[in-house]
């Protein structure tokens, strides 16, 4: 169940079959509802702090509490549906994502397609150390992402796994315009 929760807030991700091979699990819809973040839900419950807030928090949060695990797992009432694809992820942009390359965004502020330089800190493996990132990157997903957040995509495995669930830093991001678009600007 917390796998699947945790699917539900990715929006997609990969199942490995009892044959050993793999599959995607790609996005397909949702009920409609609004998204309710288990994590602020917590911190708001005094179960976490701001600071400390991570996936692997949620993770050890629902491991140490498993008589409650139905209760906080139902606290989004949003639901996602899925399809299986032997390909993936792809993003709402309709095209393959990139690790380190692809970012979701809020489309009232930033448009599918946008070109952008990122330049912030993400969160170290093995060590406490954060590693600097600093490269293109492609507005090419939404998912959940609300006025100026925007999420990086790091791709699948443990140390991807490490970095998207602690990523929560400020970090200069800078959308690439033509000079001729902005000449042509009213």
């Known amino acids: 169940p917390v796998d699947v929760y945790f699917l539900h807030v990715q929006g997609s991700g990969r199942m490995v079959l009892p044959d050993g091979t793999t599959r995607h699990v790609l996005y397909a819809g949702t009920n409609g509802l609004p998204y309710v973040s ?3 839900e917590l911190i708001r419950m005094g179960l976490s702090t701001k ?3 991570s996936m692997q928090k949620i993770r050890a949060i629902l491991e140490a509490n498993p008589q409650r ?3 906080f797992l139902s606290m989004n009432p ?3 549906f899925f399809r299986v694809a032997e390909y993936g992820p792809l993003g709402a942009a309709a095209c393959m994502l990139t690790p380190h390359v692809s970012v979701a965004v809020d489309r009232r502020y930033i448009p599918l397609g946008a070109v952008m330089v990122l330049d912030g800190l993400l969160p170290g493996y093995q060590q406490d150390l954060p590693e600097r990132f600093t490269g293109l990157v492609l507005a090419q997903d939404t998912g959940t992402m609300r006025e100026k957040h925007v999420d990086l995509f790091c791709g699948s495995g443990p140390k991807a796994a ?3 669930g ?3 830093g400020r970090a200069g991001l800078h959308v690439l315009v033509a000079r001729e678009v902005l000449s042509a600007a009213p």
């Open 162 to 164: 490490h970095q998207a």
């Open 78 to 80: 949003k639901y996602v």
């Open 69 to 71: 695990q139905r209760e």
């Open 38 to 40: 288990l994590g602020k």
């Open 51 to 53: 600071e400390e807030m």
């Open 166 to 168: 602690h990523l929560s």
